[in-house]
Protein backbone atom coordinates (compact mmCIF):
# COMPACT_ATOMS: atom_id res chain seq x y z
CA UNK A 1 0.00 0.00 0.00
CA UNK A 2 1.28 3.57 -0.85
CA UNK A 3 0.09 6.61 0.78
CA UNK A 4 0.17 9.88 0.45
CA UNK A 5 -0.37 12.05 4.07
CA UNK A 6 -0.99 15.85 4.97
CA UNK A 7 2.17 16.71 7.11
CA UNK A 8 0.64 18.22 8.85
CA UNK A 9 -1.63 15.94 10.48
CA UNK A 10 -0.22 14.81 13.65
CA UNK A 11 0.13 11.66 15.88
CA UNK A 12 -0.25 9.62 12.55
CA UNK A 13 3.15 8.77 11.14
CA UNK A 14 4.07 5.21 13.41
CA UNK A 15 0.58 4.40 12.83
CA UNK A 16 0.46 4.78 9.21
CA UNK A 17 4.14 3.55 8.66
CA UNK A 18 3.39 0.00 10.28
CA UNK A 19 0.86 -0.54 7.89
CA UNK A 20 1.94 1.52 4.70
CA UNK A 21 4.84 0.09 2.16
CA UNK A 22 5.66 3.23 1.46
CA UNK A 23 4.36 7.06 3.03
CA UNK A 24 4.79 10.38 1.29
CA UNK A 25 4.27 13.43 3.29
CA UNK A 26 3.21 16.59 1.62
CA UNK A 27 1.81 20.36 2.36
CA UNK A 28 -1.79 19.85 2.02
CA UNK A 29 -2.02 22.53 -0.61
CA UNK A 30 1.17 20.99 -2.79
CA UNK A 31 -0.74 17.63 -3.27
CA UNK A 32 -0.89 17.07 -6.68
CA UNK A 33 -1.97 14.98 -9.36
CA UNK A 34 1.34 13.42 -10.39
CA UNK A 35 1.77 12.57 -6.34
CA UNK A 36 -1.51 10.67 -5.84
CA UNK A 37 -0.99 8.88 -9.69
CA UNK A 38 0.42 5.86 -7.55
CA UNK A 39 -1.14 6.25 -4.61
CA UNK A 40 -3.68 3.64 -2.65
CA UNK A 41 -4.71 6.16 0.10
CA UNK A 42 -4.88 9.72 0.83
CA UNK A 43 -5.49 11.16 4.60
CA UNK A 44 -5.24 14.84 4.07
CA UNK A 45 -6.96 18.18 5.67
CA UNK A 46 -9.50 20.45 4.18
CA UNK A 47 -6.51 22.31 2.36
CA UNK A 48 -6.63 19.30 -0.55
CA UNK A 49 -8.90 19.84 -3.09
CA UNK A 50 -10.05 15.87 -3.85
CA UNK A 51 -11.78 15.63 -7.05
CA UNK A 52 -11.40 15.11 -10.73
CA UNK A 53 -8.36 17.42 -11.44
CA UNK A 54 -6.39 15.40 -9.17
CA UNK A 55 -7.89 12.16 -8.92
CA UNK A 56 -8.55 11.10 -12.52
CA UNK A 57 -6.69 7.88 -13.66
CA UNK A 58 -5.10 7.45 -10.40
CA UNK A 59 -4.72 4.54 -8.49
CA UNK A 60 -6.50 6.00 -5.46
CA UNK A 61 -9.12 3.84 -4.18
CA UNK A 62 -9.76 5.27 -0.59
CA UNK A 63 -9.43 9.50 1.25
CA UNK A 64 -9.83 9.71 4.33
CA UNK A 65 -9.88 13.62 5.60
CA UNK A 66 -8.91 14.21 9.35
CA UNK A 67 -11.59 16.35 10.06
CA UNK A 68 -15.23 17.02 10.53
CA UNK A 69 -15.81 19.10 7.57
CA UNK A 70 -15.52 17.68 3.68
CA UNK A 71 -16.70 19.97 1.18
CA UNK A 72 -13.04 19.66 -0.17
CA UNK A 73 -14.17 16.30 -1.25
CA UNK A 74 -16.07 15.95 -4.96
CA UNK A 75 -17.68 13.14 -3.01
CA UNK A 76 -20.47 12.65 -6.09
CA UNK A 77 -17.33 11.58 -8.45
CA UNK A 78 -15.76 10.08 -5.87
CA UNK A 79 -18.25 7.34 -5.22
CA UNK A 80 -19.15 7.84 -9.11
CA UNK A 81 -15.32 6.67 -9.86
CA UNK A 82 -15.22 3.50 -6.64
CA UNK A 83 -13.36 5.78 -4.22
CA UNK A 84 -14.47 5.74 -1.22
CA UNK A 85 -14.37 8.55 1.30
CA UNK A 86 -14.30 9.23 4.80
CA UNK A 87 -14.40 12.24 7.12
CA UNK A 88 -14.05 12.79 11.33
CA UNK A 89 -17.83 13.37 12.49
CA UNK A 90 -16.81 14.84 15.85
CA UNK A 91 -13.54 13.91 16.25
CA UNK A 92 -13.15 17.97 17.71
CA UNK A 93 -16.40 18.93 19.10
CA UNK A 94 -15.10 18.93 22.22
CA UNK A 95 -12.11 21.57 21.24
CA UNK A 96 -14.44 23.48 19.34
CA UNK A 97 -16.63 23.78 22.95
CA UNK A 98 -13.46 24.71 24.45
CA UNK A 99 -13.09 27.75 22.03
CA UNK A 100 -16.12 29.27 22.31
CA UNK A 101 -16.55 28.96 26.51
CA UNK A 102 -13.16 30.63 26.18
CA UNK A 103 -14.26 33.28 23.59
CA UNK A 104 -17.65 33.66 25.78
CA UNK A 105 -15.56 33.96 29.23
CA UNK A 106 -13.77 37.05 27.68
CA UNK A 107 -16.80 38.65 25.77
CA UNK A 108 -18.72 38.63 29.25
CA UNK A 109 -15.71 40.00 31.02
CA UNK A 110 -15.09 42.51 27.87
CA UNK A 111 -19.18 43.78 27.89
CA UNK A 112 -19.54 43.27 31.64
CA UNK A 113 -22.24 41.29 31.20
CA UNK A 114 -22.66 37.83 33.23
CA UNK A 115 -23.46 34.98 30.92
CA UNK A 116 -25.63 33.13 32.97
CA UNK A 117 -29.52 34.30 32.11
CA UNK A 118 -28.11 35.35 28.21
CA UNK A 119 -29.84 33.59 25.60
CA UNK A 120 -27.54 31.51 23.05
CA UNK A 121 -28.88 30.62 19.37
CA UNK A 122 -26.67 27.83 17.79
CA UNK A 123 -27.35 27.59 14.00
CA UNK A 124 -26.58 24.16 12.79
CA UNK A 125 -26.62 21.45 15.72
CA UNK A 126 -24.57 18.25 14.96
CA UNK A 127 -22.01 17.00 16.94
CA UNK A 128 -20.22 20.73 17.78
CA UNK A 129 -23.20 22.50 17.65
CA UNK A 130 -24.69 20.21 20.32
CA UNK A 131 -21.30 19.85 22.57
CA UNK A 132 -21.75 24.04 22.55
CA UNK A 133 -25.18 23.64 23.36
CA UNK A 134 -24.52 21.22 26.23
CA UNK A 135 -21.99 23.56 27.62
CA UNK A 136 -23.74 26.92 27.34
CA UNK A 137 -26.11 25.16 29.27
CA UNK A 138 -23.83 24.05 32.10
CA UNK A 139 -22.56 27.70 32.45
CA UNK A 140 -26.68 29.07 33.13
CA UNK A 141 -27.01 30.59 29.10
CA UNK A 142 -30.23 29.53 27.41
CA UNK A 143 -30.22 27.59 24.71
CA UNK A 144 -31.97 28.21 21.28
CA UNK A 145 -31.22 25.71 18.71
CA UNK A 146 -31.67 26.40 14.94
CA UNK A 147 -31.48 23.25 12.47
CA UNK A 148 -33.76 22.56 9.41
CA UNK A 149 -32.84 19.32 8.75
CA UNK A 150 -33.26 17.38 11.86
CA UNK A 151 -36.12 19.66 12.57
CA UNK A 152 -37.95 18.43 9.64
CA UNK A 153 -36.17 14.90 10.87
CA UNK A 154 -37.69 15.28 14.13
CA UNK A 155 -40.35 17.18 14.67
CA UNK A 156 -39.89 21.71 15.12
CA UNK A 157 -40.63 21.51 19.07
CA UNK A 158 -36.74 21.29 19.97
CA UNK A 159 -36.11 23.98 17.22
CA UNK A 160 -36.74 27.70 16.55
CA UNK A 161 -36.59 29.27 12.94
CA UNK A 162 -34.12 31.35 12.28
CA UNK A 163 -36.04 34.38 12.22
CA UNK A 164 -37.31 33.70 15.99
CA UNK A 165 -33.60 33.07 16.70
CA UNK A 166 -32.49 36.30 15.50
CA UNK A 167 -35.28 37.97 17.56
CA UNK A 168 -34.38 36.57 20.80
CA UNK A 169 -30.58 36.11 21.29
CA UNK A 170 -28.13 37.90 22.83
CA UNK A 171 -25.10 35.83 21.43
CA UNK A 172 -25.16 33.49 18.02
CA UNK A 173 -22.90 31.10 16.98
CA UNK A 174 -22.15 29.46 13.80
CA UNK A 175 -22.23 25.61 13.78
CA UNK A 176 -23.18 24.39 10.06
CA UNK A 177 -21.51 22.74 7.08
CA UNK A 178 -20.85 24.27 4.45
CA UNK A 179 -23.40 23.79 1.72
CA UNK A 180 -23.59 25.17 -1.30
CA UNK A 181 -27.27 23.80 -2.73
CA UNK A 182 -29.74 21.12 -2.05
CA UNK A 183 -32.69 21.83 0.28
CA UNK A 184 -30.76 23.72 2.73
CA UNK A 185 -27.38 25.68 1.60
CA UNK A 186 -25.33 27.22 4.43
CA UNK A 187 -23.55 29.96 1.97
CA UNK A 188 -24.08 33.07 3.17
CA UNK A 189 -26.67 31.73 5.65
CA UNK A 190 -25.68 34.92 7.84
CA UNK A 191 -26.00 37.63 5.59
CA UNK A 192 -27.46 40.93 5.53
CA UNK A 193 -31.45 39.62 5.37
CA UNK A 194 -30.55 37.79 8.61
CA UNK A 195 -28.86 40.92 10.49
CA UNK A 196 -31.65 43.26 9.86
CA UNK A 197 -33.49 40.91 11.40
CA UNK A 198 -31.33 40.87 14.80
CA UNK A 199 -33.02 42.70 17.97
CA UNK A 200 -30.63 42.62 20.31
CA UNK A 201 -27.55 43.48 18.91
CA UNK A 202 -25.55 40.23 19.70
CA UNK A 203 -22.35 38.56 19.95
CA UNK A 204 -22.03 36.65 16.80
CA UNK A 205 -19.07 33.69 16.98
CA UNK A 206 -18.20 31.57 13.71
CA UNK A 207 -16.69 28.78 14.12
CA UNK A 208 -17.84 26.59 11.52
CA UNK A 209 -16.87 27.55 7.48
CA UNK A 210 -15.81 31.14 6.66
CA UNK A 211 -18.30 30.62 3.93
CA UNK A 212 -21.61 30.95 5.89
CA UNK A 213 -21.10 34.35 6.67
CA UNK A 214 -21.19 36.93 4.28
CA UNK A 215 -18.28 38.60 5.01
CA UNK A 216 -19.41 42.48 4.01
CA UNK A 217 -22.83 41.96 5.30
CA UNK A 218 -21.24 40.83 8.61
CA UNK A 219 -18.90 44.20 8.66
CA UNK A 220 -21.22 46.25 7.31
CA UNK A 221 -23.23 44.78 10.79
CA UNK A 222 -20.63 45.18 13.11
CA UNK A 223 -20.20 49.00 11.92
CA UNK A 224 -23.70 49.67 12.02
CA UNK A 225 -24.56 47.92 15.31
CA UNK A 226 -26.87 45.52 14.57
CA UNK A 227 -23.63 42.85 16.38
CA UNK A 228 -22.08 44.15 19.44
CA UNK A 229 -18.92 41.95 18.63
CA UNK A 230 -17.51 39.50 16.57
CA UNK A 231 -15.30 36.22 17.38
CA UNK A 232 -14.03 34.85 13.84
CA UNK A 233 -12.14 31.48 13.59
CA UNK A 234 -13.11 30.93 10.29
CA UNK A 235 -12.99 33.44 6.98
CA UNK A 236 -14.05 33.51 3.16
CA UNK A 237 -11.08 32.73 0.97
CA UNK A 238 -8.50 31.38 3.62
CA UNK A 239 -5.87 32.08 3.91
CA UNK A 240 -6.43 35.28 2.25
CA UNK A 241 -8.54 36.62 4.74
CA UNK A 242 -10.68 39.73 4.73
CA UNK A 243 -8.62 42.79 6.59
CA UNK A 244 -11.59 44.80 7.33
CA UNK A 245 -12.88 41.64 9.17
CA UNK A 246 -9.55 41.22 11.03
CA UNK A 247 -9.77 44.60 12.37
CA UNK A 248 -13.89 44.98 13.34
CA UNK A 249 -13.82 41.73 15.07
CA UNK A 250 -12.83 41.14 18.73
CA UNK A 251 -11.17 37.83 18.85
CA UNK A 252 -9.82 36.82 15.58
CA UNK A 253 -7.81 33.33 14.70
CA UNK A 254 -6.81 31.29 12.43
CA UNK A 255 -8.98 28.54 12.07
CA UNK A 256 -8.24 26.78 14.93
CA UNK A 257 -11.22 26.10 17.08
CA UNK A 258 -10.80 22.73 16.73
CA UNK A 259 -7.66 22.70 17.07
CA UNK A 260 -6.70 21.03 20.55
CA UNK A 261 -4.37 17.93 20.86
CA UNK A 262 -7.53 16.03 22.05
CA UNK A 263 -9.11 16.32 18.71
CA UNK A 264 -6.36 16.03 16.59
CA UNK A 265 -5.39 12.54 17.96
CA UNK A 266 -9.34 12.28 17.65
CA UNK A 267 -9.27 12.69 13.92
CA UNK A 268 -5.93 10.92 13.22
CA UNK A 269 -7.13 7.70 15.08
CA UNK A 270 -10.92 7.78 13.23
CA UNK A 271 -8.55 8.08 10.00
CA UNK A 272 -6.39 5.53 10.45
CA UNK A 273 -9.31 3.02 11.91
CA UNK A 274 -11.17 3.89 8.95
CA UNK A 275 -7.74 3.06 6.24
CA UNK A 276 -7.44 -0.43 8.30
CA UNK A 277 -10.90 -1.12 7.88
CA UNK A 278 -10.61 -0.32 4.23
CA UNK A 279 -7.82 -2.55 3.73
CA UNK A 280 -8.94 -5.78 6.04
CA UNK A 281 -6.11 -4.53 8.40
CA UNK A 282 -5.60 -4.33 12.39
CA UNK A 283 -4.97 -1.09 13.78
CA UNK A 284 -1.50 -1.28 14.89
CA UNK A 285 -0.94 1.34 17.23
CA UNK A 286 -3.21 3.79 19.89
CA UNK A 287 -3.09 7.67 19.05
CA UNK A 288 -3.26 9.73 21.99
CA UNK A 289 -2.29 13.43 22.80
CA UNK A 290 0.81 14.21 25.16
CA UNK A 291 0.36 14.37 28.30
CA UNK A 292 0.34 18.82 29.40
CA UNK A 293 3.85 20.09 30.64
CA UNK A 294 1.98 21.50 33.86
CA UNK A 295 -1.31 19.60 34.44
CA UNK A 296 -2.11 20.93 38.04
CA UNK A 297 -4.18 24.26 37.27
CA UNK A 298 -4.55 26.86 40.40
CA UNK A 299 -6.88 29.68 39.83
CA UNK A 300 -9.14 31.82 41.93
CA UNK A 301 -12.33 30.55 40.27
CA UNK A 302 -13.45 28.34 37.46
CA UNK A 303 -13.52 30.76 34.47
CA UNK A 304 -9.96 31.75 35.72
CA UNK A 305 -8.90 28.40 35.13
CA UNK A 306 -9.73 27.86 31.65
CA UNK A 307 -8.72 30.90 30.35
CA UNK A 308 -5.39 29.45 32.00
CA UNK A 309 -5.95 26.16 30.40
CA UNK A 310 -6.87 28.17 26.53
CA UNK A 311 -7.04 31.81 25.96
CA UNK A 312 -7.63 32.77 22.71
CA UNK A 313 -6.10 36.19 22.76
CA UNK A 314 -2.79 34.36 22.15
CA UNK A 315 -3.95 33.12 18.71
CA UNK A 316 -5.68 36.37 18.14
CA UNK A 317 -2.73 38.77 18.71
CA UNK A 318 -0.78 35.97 16.55
CA UNK A 319 -2.39 36.34 13.92
CA UNK A 320 -3.25 40.17 13.84
CA UNK A 321 0.84 40.74 14.40
CA UNK A 322 0.82 39.28 10.83
CA UNK A 323 -2.40 38.11 8.88
CA UNK A 324 -0.24 36.46 5.79
CA UNK A 325 1.10 33.74 8.36
CA UNK A 326 -2.16 32.60 8.44
CA UNK A 327 -1.04 28.81 7.13
CA UNK A 328 2.05 28.77 9.17
CA UNK A 329 -0.23 29.26 12.18
CA UNK A 330 -1.99 26.35 11.94
CA UNK A 331 0.54 24.37 10.54
CA UNK A 332 2.51 24.92 13.48
CA UNK A 333 -0.31 25.50 15.97
CA UNK A 334 1.52 24.63 19.80
CA UNK A 335 -0.05 21.56 21.69
CA UNK A 336 -3.17 22.82 23.24
CA UNK A 337 -4.98 20.30 25.78
CA UNK A 338 -8.81 19.72 26.70
CA UNK A 339 -9.54 20.81 30.58
CA UNK A 340 -10.42 16.77 31.08
CA UNK A 341 -6.37 16.78 30.93
CA UNK A 342 -5.71 18.87 34.26
CA UNK A 343 -6.17 18.74 37.69
CA UNK A 344 -7.62 22.48 38.53
CA UNK A 345 -7.87 23.22 42.36
CA UNK A 346 -9.96 26.77 43.14
CA UNK A 347 -8.83 28.89 45.53
CA UNK A 348 -11.93 30.95 46.21
Known sequence: MKAVVDDKIPYIRQAIESVADEVTYLPGREISRRDVADADVLI??????????????????????????????????????????????GCNAASVAQYVQSALILLSRRHHRPLRGMTMGIIGVGNVGSR?????????????????????????????????????ADIITLH????????????????????????????????????VADTGALIDALAGGRIADAVIDVWEHEPDIDRRLLAAAYLTTPHIAGYSADGKANASRMAMQAVCRHFGIAMPCTIEPPAPPCPTVTAPTIDDALLTIYDPRRDSDALRQDPTRFEWLRGNYPMRREAGAYNIILTK
Request: aromatic share 6%; hydrophobic share 35%; with cysteine.
Open 176 to 211: TPLARGGKHPTYHLADAELFAQLEKKPWLLNTSRGE
Open 44 to 89: VRTRTRCDRDLLHGSRVQMIATATIGYDHIDTAWCEANGIEWTNCP
Open 132 to 168: VAEMAAGMGIDVLLNDPPRAEAEGGGTFVTLGELAGR
